[in-house]
């Protein structure tokens, strides 16, 4: 297969740039669910437009559904969780920290897929650890007790795990469905769970309402093409180097931080930065 290597360098820059419009909805103080369901309802619509349009067809429907339900419980966790910690904690710390859901995609490939671990990617899982305390460790430094920014971590954490969990059932779409059908269920069901939580209500910021809505619908149209680049490198090209190449996204998400906000880049954080880059480079391996 070829033409894989374009498909990740295209998700890479299209969801760096849809992860950095996660900083500018937490910079507005949008609504976090009325983001997300925007978010949700875009892609829904257009894979949905894809799908039926591309005139191509579903073998196994509950098979289908089962993935996409996997999928969207797991994405907009992921999704909610990334907005809440980057309202608690710089854009260059949790970018990098989140990304480091390659470490678990790793040892899930590992145990469960029987794919071997060269020794460089074991460094690598070492590295990776070691740039998620380092960066941790320089955000917390001179504080005491429990602290808002612990919460943020908290919501890293989260974020990580949902991020592990929607990547390998996004492997399973690829091996067993089709794509833009997996998407349109996918985060149809994303839409149906931010609307039965209760998530879509009206507060007394009604100025954010509007911001909140453009920039999720701003972030579906990016994530749809993305999502769907990611998805393509992976049918046509290695599971580890496409991860890797669209996972280092956060950085350019860290990059438009840096150049709109001026976030303060301590010489920790820049360190953690490289640590999450080089870990990825060498789980790849």
């Known amino acids: 297969m070829t033409g894989w290597f374009a498909c990740a360098l295209a998700a890479l820059l299209l969801m760096g740039t849809q992860r950095f419009l996660?900083?500018?909805?937490?910079?507005?103080?949008?609504?976090?669910?009325?983001t997300t369901f925007s978010f949700m309802a875009t892609v829904t619509v257009i894979s949905a437009l894809a799908f039926f349009t591309g005139g191509t067809g579903v073998g196994d429907v509950r098979l289908l559904f089962l993935i996409g339900l996997a999928n969207s419980l797991a994405f907009l966790t992921a999704t909610s969780t990334h907005i809440e910690a980057l309202k608690r904690l710089p854009a260059a710390?949790?970018?990098?920290?989140?990304?480091?859901?390659?470490v678990l995609v790793v040892i899930i490939s590992l145990l469960f897929f029987n794919e071997r671990l060269a020794g460089s990617q074991g460094i690598g899982v070492i590295v990776a650890v070691g740039a998620a305390v380092l960066v941790a460790r320089d955000r917390n430094r001179g504080q005491?007790?429990?602290?808002?920014?612990?919460?943020?971590?908290?919501?890293?954490?989260i974020a990580i795990l949902a991020g592990t969990a929607a990547a390998v059932s996004s492997r399973f779409a690829v091996l067993h469905t089709d794509k833009t059908a997996f998407m349109t269920v996918s985060y149809g069901l994303s839409t149906l769970c931010a609307l039965f939580t209760g998530s879509i209500r009206r507060t007394g910021a009604g100025r954010n309402l509007r911001p909140a809505l453009f920039i999720g619908v701003s972030m579906g149209i990016l994530n749809v093409v993305g999502y769907y680049?990611?998805?393509?490198?992976?049918?046509?090209?290695?599971?580890?180097?496409?991860?890797?190449?669209?996972?280092?996204?956060?950085?350019?998400?860290v990059i438009f931080s840096l150049i709109v906000y001026r976030e303060r880049l301590t010489p920790a954080r820049f360190a953690g930065i490289v640590l999450a880059v080089l870990s990825l480079i060498l789980i790849r391996s």
């Open 22 to 34: 996660y900083k500018v909805a937490a910079e507005r103080s949008c609504d976090t669910m009325v």
């Open 144 to 157: 005491a007790g429990f602290s808002p920014c612990r919460g943020g971590f908290l919501f890293v954490a």
């Open 229 to 253: 680049a990611y998805l393509e490198g992976l049918s046509r090209g290695p599971l580890s180097l496409v991860t890797v190449i669209t996972g280092m996204h956060f950085v350019v998400a």
């Open 93 to 102: 710390t949790v970018y990098p920290l989140v990304r480091l859901d390659a």
